[in-house]
């Protein structure tokens, strides 16, 4: 049965770095678009980054582009999101999705297959 299992949340002070993980089964992450995305407690879900075609095409939000990155590793079925120089305003429940077209702006509606998501908290 597909599914896709986010890790490597956690609580970090400003400045440092995580790496979240999406790891896929019952699905091979070179046949779909793939993203990121964000919700801070009283505000919309954010597109934070997106890859498609086998990761060959990636797009970020502007407010991480510099400071993210997505990857894959293809012989684990995994992707990663590399966060650093994390902010306060990057806290937030992240989470991997699958199944929609990865375009500028990485739009976070119309994504229909989600992982269930993991917690990054950035505070001094």
């Known amino acids: 049965q597909a599914q896709l299992v986010e890790s490597g949340g956690g609580l970090v002070q400003p400045g440092e770095s995580l790496r979240l993980s999406c790891a896929a089964s019952g699905l091979n992450l070179d046949d779909y678009p793939v993203g990121w995305f964000r919700r801070a407690p009283g505000e919309e879900r954010e597109g934070v980054a997106c890859a498609s075609t086998a990761f060959g095409t990636k797009y970020y939000v502007d407010s991480v582009k510099g400071r993210f990155t997505i990857a894959r590793d293809k012989a684990k079925n995994t992707m990663y999101l590399q966060m650093n120089s994390l902010k306060p305003e990057d806290s937030a429940f992240y989470y991997c999705?699958?199944?929609?077209?990865?375009?500028?702006?990485?739009?976070?509606?119309?994504?229909?297959?989600w992982g269930r998501g993991t917690q990054v908290t950035v505070s001094s």
């Open positions: 999705a699958t199944d929609v077209r990865c375009q500028e702006g990485v739009s976070s509606i119309g994504w229909t297959f």
